[in-house]
């Protein structure tokens, strides 16, 4: 899984760069040009993909190495 998020971070660094809609003047529901439009995607794309990152490449082991040196306030000091 961690091949595939590096992948999906490639591929939205490349369509990031949109220069293929940067002098299209089409209007995305009337409103939205579709290069504004596409950004919004790219942006809602990038933060599910953190999500993901975070769920499939966090390493548990520094949690749990943390909270194996954390100090406990049973037996403490105050």
């Known amino acids: 899984m961690k091949y595939v998020i590096w992948i999906s971070v ?5 369509l990031h760069q949109d220069f293929w809609w940067w002098d299209d003047g089409t209007l995305l ?3 939205v040009p579709i290069g504004l ?10 933060a599910v993909l953190w999500f993901l990152a975070t769920i499939y490449c966090w390493p548990h082991s520094a949690e749990e190495a ?3 040196t954390a100090p406990t306030t049973e037996g403490g000091q105050g």
Not at 10 to 14: A, K, P, Q, S, Y
Not at 37 to 46: F, K, P, T
């Open 66 to 68: 943390e909270s194996s």
């Open 29 to 31: 529901l009337g409103i």
């Open 10 to 14: 490639v591929v939205l660094l490349i």
């Open 37 to 46: 439009a596409s950004h919004i995607a790219i942006s809602l794309a990038a």
